[in-house]
T-cell receptor, first 118, second 111 residues
Framework: AQTVTQSQPEMSVQEAETVTLSCTYDTSESDYYLFWYKQPPSRQMILVIRQEAYKQQNATENRFSVNFQKAAKSFSLKISDSQLGDAAMYFC???????????????FGKGTLLTVNP | SAVISQKPSRDICQRGTSLTIQCQVDSQVTMMFWYRQQPGQSLTLIATANQGSEATYESGFVIDKFPISRPNLTFSTLTVSNMSPEDSSIYLCSGVRHEQFFGPGTRLTVL
């Protein structure tokens, strides 16, 4: 079974600075997807960024980028120019790319609570 | 992007009763899931809601406790049966269109 580990329960960053959230995972599969989801306090969880394992190029979405190291099974999220609205719980998640009805099931890490200081 | 709504948004229930949570998507999705998220914790998958057939449950979750319906491609319900305080949690549904997107959750407190 796949596992996802987020070793930083909490992180803080100054507004306008850069912060990196860590995620490692364990899998025997060669093809899969990795995600970062953001859950603001008392608000809906939203997808921040997505990475396909077969792509060597790191995904980016505006101020959000990832450092995907497949051999090391590492998938960190970098937030540049942090804003107050970035404060949230961030979850790293894994999805298999195998065919079949279960291939959209997500395995989540325990989350990292990010605080942004003004 | 697709929108998911859940009803109720929160409820306080007595031990031994049941609560049905509704999940409505604004357009058809290929798959729907139900998760539980205990306060400050990660999400745990309860089951996959299959359209027109019985849900597929994860280890540790059973149909008698968490019956699920999915009569069409935009709607699903989760019932939390014979509740105990240990069932106090946030219950989220999700849908898949390209990737998974989530509803706002139902915050359940069992006294």
């Amino acid at each position: 079974a796949q596992t996802v580990t987020q070793s930083q329960p909490e992180m803080s960053v100054q507004e306008a600075e850069t912060v990196t959230l860590s995620c490692t995972y364990d899998t025997s599969e060669s093809d899969y997807y990795l995600f970062w989801y953001k859950q603001p306090p008392s608000r809906q969880m939203i997808l921040v960024i997505r990475q396909e394992a077969y792509k060597q190029q790191n995904a980016t979405e505006n101020r959000f980028s990832v450092n995907f190291q497949k051999a090391a099974k590492s998938f960190s999220l970098k937030i540049s120019d942090s804003q107050l609205g970035d404060a949230a719980m961030y979850f790293c998640a894994y999805r298999s790319s195998n065919s079949g009805g279960s291939n959209y099931k997500l395995t989540f890490g325990k989350g990292t609570l990010l605080t942004v200081n003004p | 992007s697709a929108v998911i709504s859940q009803k109720p948004s929160r409820d306080i229930c007595q031990r031994g009763t049941s609560l049905t949570i509704q999940c409505q998507v604004d357009s058809q999705v290929t798959m729907m899931f139900w998760y539980r998220q205990q306060p400050g914790q990660s999400l745990t998958l309860i089951a996959t809601a299959n359209q027109g057939s019985e849900a597929t449950y994860e280890s540790g979750f059973v149909i008698d406790k968490f019956p699920i319906s999915r009569p069409n491609l935009t709607f699903s319900t989760l019932t939390v049966s014979n509740m105990s305080p240990e069932d106090s949690s946030i219950y989220l549904c999700s849908g898949v269109r390209h990737e998974q997107f989530f509803g706002p959750g139902t915050r359940l407190t069992v006294l």
